[in-house]
């Protein structure tokens, strides 16, 4: 490509980061998207080698742009444009288990009794005060 540089938003929806050019230009304009360590407007230019950090729940991508491209890009032509420098640790989030409560209740017993209420209650505050000692 005879360009010098190419449009943040373009490039990041050209190498299907993100599937529509106004998905990637909303990440930038909510300081989802970083490069070279600073948040970017949907318009500042990229050129070859500027690394790319894009913030999508729960994982941190990195990337490091290889060749401009303004244009969308088959699947199998992406690591020509862009290289994927994501830390393992990062993409391990992916693995995770979501945590999901499900208290069973056999089929047509009704609404729960109050000491049933209160087991109930307990469990859930047990697993919210875990959750909240973690984070500190």
Do not use: H
């Not at 060749?67 to 862009?82: C, F, G």
């Not at 992916?94 to 209740?105: A, D, G, T, W």
Request: aromatic residues 8%; charged residues 35%.
């Amino acid at each position: 490509m005879e360009d010098k540089s190419v449009r943040l938003d373009k490039w990041l929806w050209a190498v299907r980061i993100y599937k529509t050019r106004s998905d990637a230009a909303d990440a930038c304009r909510t300081n989802k998207v970083l490069v070279n360590g600073s948040y970017a407007k949907p318009s500042r230019e990229v050129k070859p080698g500027d690394a790319i950090t894009v913030k999508k729940m729960p994982v941190t991508y990195s990337f490091r742009v290889v060749e401009l491209v303004s244009s969308r890009q088959p699947a199998k032509e992406v690591p020509r444009y862009a290289e994927n420098v994501t830390p393992q640790e990062e993409l391990d989030k992916l693995n995770i288990p979501k945590l999901s409560i499900f208290v069973q209740r056999d089929r047509g017993s009704g609404r729960p009794t109050k000491r049933e209420r209160r087991e109930i209650d307990s469990l859930m505050g047990e697993l919210y005060s875990e959750d909240e000692d973690e984070q500190f």
